[in-house]
């Protein structure tokens, strides 16, 4: 065998070193579409098995975290971009996530107000200043605020709106929807969503209710390995899914407001609500009954709270003054009956049963 020479054994020792160099390097990630980065995207569900309930919850855990991010993250690069329509859209949709970190609210607040005056949202109308915050009575009408100095017009300064919701018979006051409407002038248009969600799991909805704005998109993913058959009867929202399997989903724009009651053709048990409101103030409650409304210029109001339990939307009117309203108490009925038979998707009445 012929000796290499010390020159060949040097050239060999550098290409040894290259190709070690070239095996470790990290690789250069692949460039950005022009409309998303590659670290934001927005499919769900998750591909995350599911084969016992902890399975479930882990799911849906890890989806709730993958929804925060998204929108918080989303949202900052559309202000960079200069979409600030789209920012304001992705910050409202993470503010009304129930349970979502107050300092996490903090931090959005204020950018989603200087996000709305960039995307043309009106927050610059003039109108007179309101009287001190006032709570909510049932019965209690604007002639019940004591008549305030009249001061020069200022801008709008948003401010917040948060309470507790009591009552609600047996159910409690869990799944209430909130919403306000301008007692004088216009309500502005809400902006529709666009990442609403209504699953189908363990043959259950989920979330049982679920409050939208008008002209919303909301996507009912089917994670049950068996088939689903989404509809509901409530005109004019009324809709039918058809049969779809799990790992599937079907979309419906939900266009006019009311309440929507969500049923399966297949499992008669499976009852849901979808609430949609023509306000860009709203809020569901959380399981204490607990709520909040953000970016709400101050002024006279009728505050709307619906509940699956009562055979009446409660109204209330309240002011809401320039250091926003807190502690409001609303009140409602648990009077609605119990639907011993539910219908099916021709409207023919059928037994609950837990369906196969």
Known sequence: MKAQSPTTRS???????????????????RAATADKPRWLADEMPLPLSVRTPRDLDFKAAAERQYLIFNLLAGG?????????????????????????????GKLIVPLLGEARKRAGGGEALAVPSAAPEATARPGAGPEATPAQPARAQQPNRAVSVSGSVVGGGGRGPAGAVVWLKRAVGATPKPRPLKHAHMNQADKSFVPRVLAVTTGSTVTFNNKDPIFHDVFSLSKPNDFDSGLFSGGNAYEKVFRAPGAAQ??????????????????????????????????VPPGKYQLFTWHEASSTIATDDIVVGESGVSDLIVRVAGDAKPDNLVPDKYGKPRQRQLGY
């Open 11 to 29: 050239n060999l020792g550098w290409l040894l070193l290259v190709l070690v160099l070239c095996s470790t390097a990290p690789s250069r990630p």
């Open 76 to 104: 900052k690069w559309a202000w960079d971009q200069g979409r600030f329509a789209d920012a304001v859209e992705r910050w409202d949709a993470l503010l009304r996530l129930p349970k979502l970190d107050p300092e996490l």
């Open 262 to 295: 969500i049923l399966c053709n297949i499992h008669a048990s499976m009852l849901g609500y979808i609430v949609v409101v023509d306000s860009p103030w709203y809020a569901q409650v959380d399981r204490d009954g607990r709520f909040q409304m953000h970016e």
